[in-house]
C-alpha cells in the first residue's frame, strides 16, 4: 500500500516569497513516481511537476522545484517568487504498482 | 480536443435516484480513471481502465457504483440509488506513459 502525509493543513506566504510545502510518503515499490498538483478554488486539478524515484536530479518546473530525499521518503514542493494566483490547494502524489494515491493537501494563501 | 472532458459538471438529484456521469479522455491516452473527492480531502481512488478492460474495482465504495468503458474510448460511472454520502466531486483523469491529465469535475449533491 502507498501512502502520502501532508502535515501542514495551511500555509501563508508573502507575495514575492519562497514557500516550501511539506511531503512525506511510504511505498513498499522499487519504482514509483511522485507528483504535485495544484487545485484552485474552481476545482481542476492542475499537473504542476514530477520526479521520478530513480532520478538523481531534483526536478524543477519554471518557479516549482521538487527538493526529493529519497532517504527520508520525502518530497517536497518549493515555490520561488510567490504570486497572488498560487493561492490554491497543493496536493501531493505517488505512483508505482498502483494508481496515484493523493495526500489530504496544504491549502496555500499567498499574501499581498 | 486537447483536454479530458466530464459531463455534467454539476448535478443534483434526489436520495435514491440513479445518476450516471461521463468522462470523454484526451483521444491518445489508453488509460482512464475515476476518483472521488470529498470537502477538505485529496481525491481517492476508486477504478480504472486500459482500453475498455476494468483493471481494478475493489475500491469501487460499494456495490451501488459501477463504470464502463466499452469502446475503449469514453466511460460512465453510475451510482445507483444514491444517498447523501455520495455527495462529492467524481474527477476522471487520463494517462498514456507518464502523467495524469484531470477533467474538470462533475459535482454531485444528493438531496
Known amino acids: 500500500a502507498q501512502k502520502i502525509t501532508q502535515t501542514q493543513p495551511g500555509m501563508f506566504v508573502q507575495e514575492k516569497e519562497a514557500v516550501t510545502l511539506d511531503c512525506t510518503y511510504d511505498?513498499?515499490?522499487?519504482?514509483?513516481?511522485l507528483f504535485w498538483y495544484k487545485q484552485p478554488s474552481s476545482g481542476e486539478m492542475i499537473f504542476l511537476i514530477y520526479?521520478?524515484?530513480?532520478?538523481?536530479q531534483n526536478a524543477t518546473e519554471g518557479r516549482y522545484s521538487l527538493n526529493f530525499q529519497k532517504a527520508r521518503k520525502s518530497a517536497n514542493l518549493v515555490i520561488s517568487a510567490s504570486q497572488l494566483g498560487d493561492s490554491a490547494m497543493y496536493f501531493c502524489a505517488i505512483e508505482g504498482n498502483t494508481p496515484l494515491v493523493f495526500g489530504k493537501g496544504t491549502r496555500l494563501s499567498v499574501i499581498a | 480536443d486537447t483536454g479530458v472532458s466530464q459531463d455534467p459538471r454539476h448535478k443534483i438529484t434526489k436520495r435514491g435516484q440513479n445518476v450516471t456521469f461521463r468522462c470523454d479522455p484526451i483521444s491518445e491516452h489508453n488509460r482512464l480513471y475515476w476518483y472521488r473527492q470529498t470537502l477538505g480531502q485529496g481525491p481517492e481512488f476508486l477504478t480504472y481502465?486500459?482500453?475498455?478492460?476494468?483493471?481494478?474495482k475493489s475500491r469501487l465504495l460499494s456495490d451501488r457504483f459501477s463504470a464502463e468503458r466499452p469502446k475503449g474510448s469514453f466511460s460512465t460511472l453510475e451510482i445507483q440509488r444514491t444517498e447523501q454520502g455520495d455527495s462529492a466531486m467524481y474527477l476522471c483523469?487520463?494517462?498514456?506513459?507518464?502523467?495524469?491529465?484531470f477533467g474538470s469535475g462533475t459535482r454531485l449533491t444528493v438531496v
Open positions: 520526479q521520478g524515484s530513480y532520478d538523481e
Open positions: 511505498t513498499s515499490d522499487q519504482s514509483y513516481g
Open positions: 483523469a487520463s494517462s498514456w506513459a507518464e502523467g495524469y491529465t
Open positions: 481502465f486500459q482500453n475498455e478492460a476494468q483493471l481494478e
